[in-house]
Antibody
Framework: QVQLVQSGSELKEPGASVKVSCKASGYTFTNSALYWVRQAPGQGLEWMGWINTNTGNPTYAQAFTGRFVFSLDTSVNTTYLQISSLKTDDTAVYYC??????????????WGQGTLLTVSS | DIQMTQSPASLSASVGDRVTITCRASQNIYRYLNWYQQKPGKAPEVLIYGASTLQRGVPSRFSGSGSGTDFTLTISSLEPEDFATYCCQQSYSSPGTFGQGTKVEV
């Protein structure tokens, strides 16, 4: 069965960096793009961007350019989200999600369990 | 970016009620509209894509309608497990923006 398993919660100080992982299983990794979605406490979902699992080419929403980097390791079917120069506003749950394409429409059919990042001094 | 506006932000309902949630896009998105359900502490789960197509395994009490800028999610008869937050998402253009969510509570 398809699974996306993310790394555990992180507590970081402002200015530090963090790398969150999302390991896929149960399907051919390179067949589906993987997306990152952020959810700040008590807030809605924010589309951060995605990574092409064939080429490794990332695409970022404008709000997530500069400090955010998506990467891949296809040898272990894993995508990563790295955030540098952390700010308290980065405190959120970060989800990875698999792109599904059906009948001409795109949606997220499988999600990771989420990784809680807390940025606090 | 396309803005997605949901209403209401929250609603109170009882088991057996018919519930309707609205999502409005800031521009024409045709039928590129998805609905997700999210329970506390859990990842979202897709209910409907393409405005009205039920994802496999989703109960038939859920339905979606609309096109262009105005969309509706309807739960025909609320079950106890349906108390959750519902969120729309447009997939017409990047970024695939989400609505702010509608919390369905007792």
């Amino acid at each position: 069965q398809v699974q996306l398993v993310q790394s555990g919660s992180e507590l970081k100080e402002p200015g530090a960096s963090v790398k969150v992982s999302c390991k896929a299983s149960g399907y051919t990794f390179t067949n589906s793009a993987l997306y990152w979605v952020r959810q700040a406490p008590g807030q809605g979902l924010e589309w951060m961007g995605w990574i092409n699992t064939n080429t490794g080419n990332p695409t970022y929403a404008q709000a997530f350019t500069g400090r955010f980097v998506f990467s891949l390791d296809t040898s272990v079917n894993t995508t990563y989200l790295q955030i540098s120069s952390l700010k308290t506003d980065d405190t959120a749950v970060y989800y990875c999600a698999r792109k599904k394409y059906a009948s001409g429409y795109v949606f997220f059919d499988y999600w990771g369990q989420g990784t809680l990042l807390t940025v606090s001094s | 970016d396309i803005q997605m506006t949901q209403s209401p932000a929250s609603l109170s309902a009882s088991v057996g009620d018919r519930v309707t949630i609205t999502c409005r896009a800031s521009q024409n998105i045709y039928r590129y509209l998805n609905w997700y359900q999210q329970k506390p502490g859990k990842a979202p789960e897709v209910l409907i894509y393409g405005a009205s197509t039920l994802q496999r395994g989703v109960p038939s009490r859920f339905s979606g309608s609309g096109s262009g800028t105005d969309f509706t999610l309807t739960i025909s008869s609320l079950e106890p497990e349906d108390f959750a937050t519902y969120c729309c998402q447009q997939s017409y253009s990047s970024p695939g923006t989400f609505g702010q969510g509608t919390k369905v509570e007792v």
